[in-house]
């Protein structure tokens, strides 16, 4: 599917100025080298996680913006405002989040200006910015928060798009867009890795099951972004039955979104801190094309009853060096678990709210994670 086509379905149609592209196939990844020591075999022995409360270092709480149907990704116009809106894109923003920013940013161009407003300065409104800056756009972010106050701070940010949508709420357009927007955002990740101001680097992951896994539907963006890729394989690590195993991105994002702020503003970028209550609070801006970035908050000024919060609460220990992998899966005793191993501590989660707004710590989530991957490390 050419992306013009994409971009007709998504509210670009009439709007001129997009330029054709080739069909962007689903690229073929060789697995990062055993020798580089960077990561190890899928089979390679685990060092255990270091899981308890004498190593927590602190404990953040952060709302993802899930919308059911899917993110939003379309242009429209509000009062005299081009208005492209790319939000709404639950757990999955910082991994789409240059795929749908290239997406985003070719809806803005067609309209024809040169300066542009962008509303939101998280993973998405920050992509969405750099990608109009290279393209020669002047552009100026407004928000409320910016990094490290921002949602994309709090991020697990393990390279897989999860939890983007309500299956039966999802159209097969918006499928078809999350699909490209991956492949965009996999192979642009790709050049960042290793690169140490942008904390992002290769693990191996897991995903762990006591129930054969349903292997019925390709990975987000297909298979092929998944590099050695092995689906419901019996003889799971931690004592789990069945598993998912392949090798993917860590994006530290304390480091990342640290890195991207000083890319917009080291090339001519400016942020200025605003909110808005209302759409027609967007006339006071002196650009006329917006790209709505706003996340959470686009659901009370543009009237969308279809965003909700999706509380996520994180606990972090001391870093371990000898920790290369992350996993996720579930337990009787202690419900659902994931950890990735990040350069500034050991992220552990597990939690997933619909419709909680509370931005406050839960001590007894606290001691359900620490001692649930405590126990969970003493399976190895």
Request: proline share 6%; charged share 20%.
């Amino acid at each position: 599917m050419r992306r013009r086509d994409l971009l007709a379905g998504l509210g670009a149609a009439g709007l001129g100025g997009c330029v054709a592209t080739p069909t962007l196939n689903a690229p073929v990844v060789t697995p990062p080298q055993i020798g580089s020591a960077l990561v190890q075999p899928l089979d390679a022995p685990m060092a255990p996680v270091q899981s308890s409360m004498d190593r927590v270092t602190r404990t953040l709480v952060g709302l993802r913006p899930f919308r059911k149907p899917g993110p939003r990704l379309e242009a429209v116009c509000v009062g005299g405002k081009d208005v492209v809106h790319n939000y709404g894109h639950g757990g999955g923003g910082v991994s789409l989040s240059w795929g749908v920013a290239e997406l985003a940013a070719d809806n803005a161009k067609a309209f024809g200006r040169t300066e542009i407003a962008v509303l939101g300065a998280g993973s998405i409104g920050l992509s969405t910015a750099l990608e109009l800056q290279r393209a020669g756009a002047d552009v100026t972010i407004y928000a409320k928060d910016f990094p490290p106050y921002t949602t994309s701070n709090i991020a697990g940010a393990m390279w897989h798009p999860v939890t983007l949508y309500e299956r039966d709420q999802v159209s097969a357009e918006t499928m078809e867009m999350l699909h490209l927007a991956s492949k965009i955002a996999f192979l642009r990740f790709i050049a960042y890795a290793n690169d140490p101001r942008y904390g992002v680097y290769w693990i191996r992951q897991y995903s762990l099951s006591n129930r054969p896994m349903n292997t019925s539907r390709p990975y987000m963006g297909g298979d092929a972004l998944y590099p050695g890729l092995k689906r419901n394989q019996p003889g799971a690590p931690f004592g789990f039955a069945y598993h998912d195993a392949y090798y993917t991105l860590m994006i530290d994002s304390d480091l990342y979104m640290r890195a991207l702020v000083n890319d917009f503003l080291g090339t001519g970028g400016r942020m200025v801190e605003q909110t808005f209550d209302t759409a027609a609070d967007l006339e006071s801006l002196p650009q006329n094309t917006i790209v709505n970035c706003m996340g959470l908050g686009s659901g009370a000024v543009f009237e969308d009853e279809s965003i909700i919060p999706a509380r996520g609460q994180l606990t972090f220990l001391l870093p371990q060096n000898d920790i290369d992998y992350g996993y996720a899966g579930w337990t009787r005793e202690h419900g659902q678990l994931y950890m990735f191993p990040r350069k500034t501590g050991v992220l552990l989660g597990g939690s997933f709210d619909k419709g909680d707004w509370s931005l406050e710590p839960r001590e007894d989530e606290v001691h359900r994670m620490v001692e649930g991957h405590a126990a969970l490390a003493a399976r190895l």
